[in-house]
């Protein structure tokens, strides 16, 4: 099936570019000594002796240790990926008419292999909102969401603040001070990518999977959006739009969370509970096991401390709870939604769903990405997000037939609530 990858073969490619810059300065090398002993060398003596020595050794080099040294890295970060083999792709940016030359085919691959799909079918509009045609994904209908996602700021740079009074007034360490401003930073950074970030939004040319179209001789249907509903999706009546496995809208972050935003979701919450505990922690050391004057707070900080802690402790226990609400989300397979409905029948007896595995939150790219807010990269992009598109399907059909990509237009969305023929052809009657 497809798959959506990126090059992760950035450490591979530095160790690959020093090894070509010193196969350089070698063949530079073994020039100047030839001209220097030109006249010193016997006449049956070839030039380029040297020179081949010095190629046969880089090639040894990149065999022997280059190779494996990659090999590692991948193992280490949990890559997946390698760009030597997998790096194979179409380029929809190729001019023919310029180069005067097609471009090269990739290889066939087989059934269930996977390959890089570098279209790019995001909207280029600028504008904001959360229909298909806007650039940036911002809900800006909700009022009271937009209050408290800037309340969480405001909170925030707050307790950033306030630790930053108490590095400038001695009152604690300044690497300390330094270790919490980092922590908000990131906290904020999980928040405005998780209310930036399209949470999975289902197109209105959105088709069932192959193993769905096999397995069910009938498909859900959004009777809002009048499309294809794939499994464990919702109508947010707040953004208007279906998200794919989605688990709640969260009023903080103006946004659902769904499978496109739910790694940044957790990052923020696992930021903003080690922002609480740590300044619980700085707090109560500072109360209950300090006694000495230089462990005094200056008088005008004391009182924003307080405030601080009534806040830290809000905070902490309010993201305990959500922590672990995600975590039994993810431990089930169960939503938010999903299981308050399946309570509220006394279904939950009945559940079959299976776990979800942690390289649908945080993609393949590695260990070394989780901890930051980048949108993660699935092995398989329409498996994660329980649907496929016909553009889709068609670059996949021209990848497997070593076709030139065609330079087809993109299929418009039906204006009205209809649904466009694309989607009919590949629904059941």
């Not at 940036?136 to 209908?141: D, E, L, Q």
């Not at 300044?279 to 462990?295: K, P, Q």
């Not at 990848?399 to 087809?408: L, S």
Request: charged share 20%; with cysteine.
């Amino acid at each position: 099936k497809l798959s959506r990858m990126e090059n992760l073969g950035a450490e591979g490619q530095k160790i690959n570019g020093a090894v070509a810059n010193a196969a350089l300065e070698g063949t530079a090398e073994s020039k100047l000594s030839q001209q220097q002993n030109s006249s010193s060398q016997p006449d049956d003596v070839p030039n380029g002796g040297r020179g081949q020595k010095i190629n046969e050794r880089v090639q040894s080099i990149d065999r022997k240790v280059v190779k494996p040294a990659q090999s590692c890295l991948r193992i280490f970060c949990g890559c997946e990926y390698n760009s030597s083999t997998d790096r194979l792709e179409y380029d929809y940016t190729y001019d023919e008419t310029v180069k005067k030359k097609r471009q090269p085919l990739p290889r066939i691959r087989e059934r269930g292999e996977f390959y890089v799909d570098s279209y790019n079918g995001e909207p280029w509009a600028c504008s904001f909102g959360t229909n298909e045609e806007s650039g940036i994904w911002m809900n800006s209908g909700d009022q009271a969401g937009t209050i408290m996602a800037a309340l969480v700021w405001l909170l925030m740079l707050y307790s950033a603040a306030t630790v930053t009074l108490l590095t400038i007034t001695e009152g604690i360490p300044p690497i300390l001070g330094m270790i919490y401003n980092f922590l908000c930073f990131m906290a904020l950074s999980c928040h405005a990518k998780t209310s930036f970030t399209d949470p999975g939004s289902v197109p209105r040319s959105s088709v069932p999977q192959e193993n769905q179209r096999r397995d069910s001789a009938s498909h859900s249907m959004c009777g809002q959006c009048q499309t294809f509903k794939p499994p464990m999706s919702h109508h947010c009546r707040i953004c208007n739009r279906c998200v794919s496995r989605m688990d709640h809208h969260c009023p903080w972050m103006n946004n659902c969370v769904g499978a496109a935003n739910l790694k940044h979701f957790l990052l923020f919450l696992l930021y903003t509970w080690t922002c609480a505990a740590y300044s619980l922690s700085l707090f109560g050391w500072n109360y209950f096991f300090c006694a000495d004057e230089d462990c005094t707070f200056h008088v005008v900080v004391v009182h924003l401390v307080r405030v601080m802690t009534v806040l830290c402790i809000g905070a902490f226990l309010f993201t305990s709870s959500m922590l672990m609400n995600v975590c039994y989300g993810l431990m089930t397979g169960i939503g938010t939604i999903d299981r308050l409905k399946k309570k509220a029948t006394n279904t939950m007896s009945q559940s079959d769903e299976e776990p979800i595995p942690l390289k649908d939150v945080f993609g393949i790219e590695g260990y070394h990405t989780w901890p930051f807010p980048i949108d993660p990269v699935f092995d398989d992009y329409d498996r994660v997000m329980g649907y496929s598109t016909p553009q889709r399907l068609a670059r996949e059909q021209q990848h497997m037939e070593r076709k030139t990509p065609a330079n087809t237009p993109d299929i418009v969305p039906a204006p009205t609530l209809e649904l466009p023929s694309c989607v009919n052809d590949f629904l059941p009657v």
